[in-house]
């Protein structure tokens, strides 16, 4: 009989809210299926069973928050008693089964979704308006940040509120937050479980629970700090010219339908999944007690991801060197959708082997940034930031041109690699994307 | 075909958007506005409008074309031009 206890699904993650439980007792479940969907400070994960078997009982009620690691339901064998399942206590770093890769973007279940989002009813809570009495305008009745914001402007003088556009709201509300911290959220908190640290001594426990925002911050703090004290980067940075790749691109999506589409960030992390596979230096993690690299035979690709509700989470993309680029393509429009929609996996956050963070689209009109040095997320070894594609005066061939370009950053591990090495797999990568047909092969 | 109201047309585009934004407030949006900057969406997100509105109106919209859908004013003629 094998435990299924509520999963640890980030560093700050101490309990969670079962929202609804996808099977009933009797059920036969397999190792991967979505069995909870599980409400966290951050987000609604759908959580995946680790062992195949029949659900024997549900120990814990749906609207019932418990901590991390509580029993929350009982999976018989049915067949005779395999090498013990482990109980899945935290996420296990498990080889992802290939289909969850590339799921198709599904259409959210409306009819099974809280009506809210937690960082809505954060939002909720904040400017005290009860969420009984506010009327959902967005998908199937769901409460959305600007119903609250609406309810909480509307018995008060309407003039106090001018009327803004989401976007200048939302910048407004990032304000206080500087792009460059986020990318590492989950691949930071997973660094962290990593390394059991003590519980917060020093904090009283506040009777409310304490905000998301600040215990992110928190935890971001304190990775990137580890990071910087264990870890001697050492930083290269290339800019790579991507006319030929673009032009390339351009004439591969013309008469293909928009779902079909491939985006320049697809193409970006297609070529760093490649040429980190041939550079088995920058990938892989770092085992401090062994004082050695740990290389990974395939690259588990951390991808920051922007949340419209503000901040950013990095969920992976498991093997992301054996997808084809239209794979590629796929997995990441599943991820962005499944983070916008705060319908995040388990199997999303596993550890990555390798962390891209991508100030990718720049607002028309604006440059956009043109580098970003990454901090590496411990135990991973090395991480990449890509600045916004701009048109630069570029010397191509003898000749002054205006072309486009992106800035690829490495910051690597000096314990695992030297320049030297750093140089060849940005050598790599400026390969790839300057060949894109040799990039491309493996697909048509 | 049967003509497509306007107002039909915009339903879609409604639907088609909230799906990528829920929180995306329409009505601030004027015609001519640029929906990625007004409504702050991605490439990424841009792309889910344009397939939801592939999927809702049973069209293909080849990607040549995604640029005259980047306004309101724009994808409402696009979609009714096509449905014409």
Redesign the interface.
């Known amino acids: 009989m094998a435990e299924f206890r509520m999963p640890s699904l980030g560093a700050d993650m101490e309990e969670g809210t079962i929202l609804e439980w996808r099977v009933q007792p009797g059920d036969t479940v397999h190792r991967g299926q979505i069995v909870a969907l599980v409400e966290t400070e951050k987000a609604d994960i759908e959580v995946e069973v680790f062992t195949d078997g029949v659900v024997a009982d549900l120990v814990v009620p749906v609207g019932t928050k418990v901590p991390v690691g509580t029993v929350l339901a009982h999976i018989g064998d049915g067949a005779p008693a395999p090498a013990a399942a482990p109980p899945a206590a935290a996420p296990e770093p498990k080889p992802a089964p290939e289909p969850a890769v590339a799921p198709e973007?599904e259409p959210?279940p409306s009819a099974s979704r809280p009506v809210s989002s937690p960082l809505v009813r954060h939002l909720a809570e904040e400017l005290h308006v009860s969420l009984d009495r506010v009327t959902g305008t967005?998908?199937g009745g769901?409460i959305?940040?600007?119903d609250v914001e609406r309810a909480a402007a509307h018995p008060t003088r309407p003039e106090r509120r001018p009327?803004?556009?989401?976007?200048a709201r939302?910048?407004a509300a990032r304000g206080g937050e500087p792009v460059v911290e986020a990318p590492v959220d989950p691949a930071v908190e997973a660094a962290l479980a990593l390394t059991p640290t003590p519980a917060p001594t020093g904090v009283p426990a506040p009777v409310p629970a304490p905000a998301p925002r600040v215990s992110r911050r928190q935890a971001v703090g304190r990775v990137m700090a580890r990071s910087k004290r264990e870890i001697p980067h050492y930083y290269l940075s290339i800019p790579i010219d991507l006319h030929d790749a673009l032009a390339w691109l351009d004439a591969r999506?013309?008469?293909?339908?928009?779902?079909d589409?491939v985006?320049?960030?697809a193409l970006l992390l297609h070529a760093v999944a490649r040429a980190a596979a041939q550079h088995p230096l920058m990938n892989g993690t770092f085992d401090a007690a062994a004082d050695a690299h740990v290389p990974s035979d395939h690259v588990d690709l951390a991808v920051a991801v922007?949340l419209?509700?503000g901040g950013l989470v990095a969920p992976v993309i498991a093997q992301a060197d054996t997808l084809s680029l239209d794979e590629l393509m796929t997995a990441?429009?599943g991820l962005?959708?499944r983070t916008?929609r705060n319908a995040l996996r388990g199997s999303d956050l596993v550890p990555g082997t390798l962390t891209v963070t991508s100030l990718?689209?720049a607002?028309?009109g604006a440059a956009g940034v043109a580098q970003m040095f990454p901090v590496i997320t411990p135990p991973q070894v090395a991480a990449i930031g890509l600045g916004a594609i701009r048109e630069e005066a570029v010397a191509h061939e003898g000749l002054l041109g205006v072309r486009p370009v992106v800035w690829c950053s490495l910051a690597a591990d000096h314990r695992v690699s030297d320049g030297r090495d750093g140089a060849r797999f940005l050598a790599a990568l400026d390969h790839l994307l300057t060949h894109p047909d040799a990039l491309g092969a493996h697909d048509d | 075909m049967t003509d497509t109201p306007a107002r039909d047309v915009d339903a879609m585009i409604a639907e088609a958007v909230?799906?990528?934004?829920?929180?995306?407030?329409l009505t601030?949006?004027g015609d001519d506005d640029?929906l990625?900057?007004?409504?702050?969406l991605?490439?990424?997100?841009m792309?889910?409008v344009?397939?939801g509105l592939?999927q809702l109106s049973g069209l293909?919209?080849?990607?040549?074309d995604?640029p005259k859908l980047a306004t309101l004013a724009g994808a409402r003629a696009y979609l009714i031009a096509r449905f014409a």
């Open positions: 973007p959210e967005g998908k769901r959305t940040r600007a009327k803004v556009s989401p976007r939302r910048l999506n013309a008469d293909r339908s928009v779902a589409q985006l320049p960030a922007a419209r509700e990441l429009k962005v959708m916008r990718g689209d607002s028309p | 909230g799906r990528v934004a829920p929180d995306a407030d601030s949006v640029l990625t900057e007004q409504l702050d991605d490439s990424m997100d792309l889910g344009l397939e592939q293909t919209i080849p990607e040549r995604a």
